[in-house]
């Protein structure tokens, strides 16, 4: 099962709140990601860390990830073959109101 998402928020941690909420809705969604949610919601917050402060920019951020199993296997007890995540962080100028 695959998932993708984007959020973008005037702050670090108003984005990092954001982006997790989102993996929430994906693990309530397709219960089987509840078994990376940690996973995602770590480098989440690792990789806006990376990024420089800067008050005048909003903070964007793109998630997207899958999990491989074989499908003969009885739900909730997947056995994981495959463990894809990809996230995206960066700072865009905010638009002047």
Known sequence: ???SFSVTAPS?????????DQMAAVAKGQPVHARDQCLVD????AAVALLADDADSDV???VCGSLGWDVAAESGKEKLTTVTVSITA???ARPVR
């Open 42 to 45: 770590t480098s989440i917050a």
């Open 12 to 20: 670090k941690g108003a984005a990092i709140q954001d982006a997790k």
């Open 90 to 92: 960066w700072l865009s």
């Open 1 to 3: 099962m695959s998932y």
């Open 60 to 62: 964007g951020i793109a």
